[in-house]
């Protein structure tokens, strides 16, 4: 006699009750809008620091990493959503990561696990955001007067302000006309820095070209690992579930095609900017490709109007960035503060949200102005959080549904996915709180600068 179904813990009449799922994860979305938020929530600025990971790996193993990430988190991501279709074929549709992660697993413990993880690199991708929105207004303001009494937390609390306004969109959908002009903002900026590298590497003040690596054995390793974790948080995301959540059901087969979308823009932006950057700095490479272009002593290596340019094209990316990776907060505040059975819009459900939304916005306004130094911390968050969700979770999980046999070649690659990125995160983790460490004499609350 067959045994009967596992119960949901998940079902249908308490996500009804349930207004973070009802108002912020509404599922009326096609596959080019979960695209459009896949595109935003991966192809950010952050792929302007792709040379400064080659600068720890050299042109073969730069190559090689950036590749092999590419591939994996394209496998791990359709994974994710061949066990999210396969849950919702047996009755029980998840929309969020942990709910999935605690019904597959059968563990508490894991419910409260990916919550900690997910906070933990949402938060740090919006206050980072917020920071680099910041930087990137005082870079045109230090340009037009130079010598402005402006400081670096002034500008992040003009990008708080903005961000707090721009938080009260009430859905995850409502977003897909920002993330799309965000979509056109990553090309853009992407083909303004590749066309100011290539710029600078043929004109007479190109800068000296060396591509060695260093020469301490130890530093080589440690700074390979941290170039290791550097691209593994710039392909990672951590939102999926809720990404394909905003998709209008039956899913099925709608979120590779947002998937493919998304890495042909990858396969466009993360190439032509790691090699173009690369190709000119070398082993010089800043933490980000403007840095480099725009250096601290002497003159743009590029024409001025392209530069700037590319960091409004920045900036205003960062706002859809900040916005995408706040929904996951947005969700949990609304799932405890709202009332499902009255109108979104309604003043029960609208107070709550304004207040809280600002809160939270604040918060990260005044960590980023506090913490200026918190790209060393985000590489800890990444190394720690983006692995395992995007790396270890989405094998462990499809494993667990679909039970292939552990001679078949998926069992043997996802174990083999497995083993390598948990070590390689224990090894990144370590580099980046290395780096912490030896970083932290710079360290000034409420600084002006920006620790690389």
């Given at each position: 006699m067959a045994s009967p179904p596992a119960p949901d813990p998940f079902p249908a009449p308490r996500r009804d009750a349930d207004a973070g799922a009802a108002f912020v994860l509404e599922s009326k979305g096609e596959w080019w809008h979960a695209g459009f938020h896949l595109t935003t929530a991966i192809v950010g600025p952050t792929i302007l620091a792709l040379p400064y990971a080659f600068r720890g790996l050299g042109w073969g193993l730069g190559f090689l990493c950036l590749t092999a990430m590419g591939v994996v988190t394209f496998y791990s991501y359709?994974?994710?959503?061949?066990?999210?279709?396969?849950?919702?074929?047996?009755?029980?549709?998840?929309?969020?990561?942990?709910?999935?992660?605690?019904?597959?697993?059968?563990?508490?413990?894991?419910?409260?696990f990916v919550i900690f993880i997910q906070t933990a690199i949402n938060t740090g991708i919006g206050i980072?955001?917020?920071?680099?929105?910041?930087?990137?207004?005082?870079?045109?303001?230090?340009?037009?007067?130079?010598?402005?009494?402006?400081?670096?937390?002034?500008?992040?609390?003009?990008?708080?302000?903005?961000?707090?306004?721009?938080?009260?969109?009430?859905?995850?959908?409502?977003?897909?006309?920002?993330?799309?002009?965000?979509?056109?903002?990553?090309?853009?900026?992407?083909?303004?820095?590749?066309?100011a590298c290539i710029y600078a590497g043929l004109s007479k003040n190109a800068p000296p070209r060396d591509y060695s690596?260093?020469?301490?054995?130890?530093?080589?390793?440690?700074?390979?690992?941290t170039s290791i974790s550097i691209i593994a948080a710039i392909f990672g995301n951590g939102i999926l579930p809720e990404i394909q959540a905003t998709l209008a059901p039956p899913v099925t087969g709608k979120m590779v095609k947002g998937l493919l979308m998304c890495y042909a823009v990858i396969a466009v932006t993360f190439y032509s900017a790691a090699v173009s950057g690369y190709w000119v700095f070398g082993n010089k490479s800043n933490?980000?490709?403007?840095?480099?272009?725009?250096?601290?002593?002497?003159p743009a290596l590029a024409p001025t109007w392209a530069l700037g340019l590319g960091v409004?094209?920045?900036?205003?990316?960062?706002?859809?960035?900040?916005?995408?990776?706040?929904?996951?907060?947005?969700?949990?505040?609304?799932?405890?503060?709202?009332?499902?059975?009255q109108g979104i819009f309604s003043?029960?459900?609208?107070?709550?949200?304004?207040?809280?939304?600002?809160?939270?916005m604040v918060f990260c306004g005044?960590?980023?102005?506090?913490?200026?130094?918190?790209?060393?911390?985000?590489?800890?968050?990444?190394?720690?959080?983006f692995i395992p969700l995007d790396f270890v979770l989405p094998m462990v999980l499809y494993n667990m549904t679909f039970k292939p046999t552990k001679s078949s070649l998926t069992y043997l690659i996802n174990i083999s996915i497995i083993i390598v990125f948990t070590g390689a995160g224990l090894m990144g983790a370590f580099s980046s709180i290395r780096k912490l460490i030896l970083d932290a004499n710079q360290f000034k609350l409420f600084s002006s600068d920006v620790v690389d």
């Open positions: 359709l994974l994710m959503s061949k066990v999210l279709e396969q849950c919702e074929k047996e009755g029980r549709r998840h929309i969020r990561f942990r709910e999935l992660a605690a019904d597959i697993l059968g563990s508490g413990w894991m419910f409260y980072g955001a917020i920071l680099l929105a910041g930087e990137c207004l005082k870079i045109m303001y230090s340009n037009l007067s130079p010598n402005g009494s402006l400081k670096l937390y002034d500008f992040i609390a003009m990008v708080t302000v903005v961000m707090i306004v721009l938080s009260q969109l009430p859905t995850f959908h409502s977003l897909r006309h920002i993330n799309l002009v965000s979509l056109f903002l990553s090309l853009g900026y992407t083909f303004l820095v590749v066309g690596l260093e020469s301490s054995e130890s530093a080589r390793v440690f700074s390979a690992f933490s980000t490709i403007l840095k480099s272009l725009m250096p601290d002593n002497g409004v094209f920045v900036l205003l990316q960062l706002f859809a960035i900040g916005l995408v990776y706040s929904q996951v907060a947005y969700e949990i505040m609304e799932s405890q503060s709202a009332d499902v059975k003043l029960r459900n609208l107070i709550p949200r304004i207040i809280l939304r600002t809160l939270y005044f960590m980023a102005a506090m913490l200026p130094f918190f790209g060393d911390i985000n590489g800890v968050v990444g190394a720690i959080g």
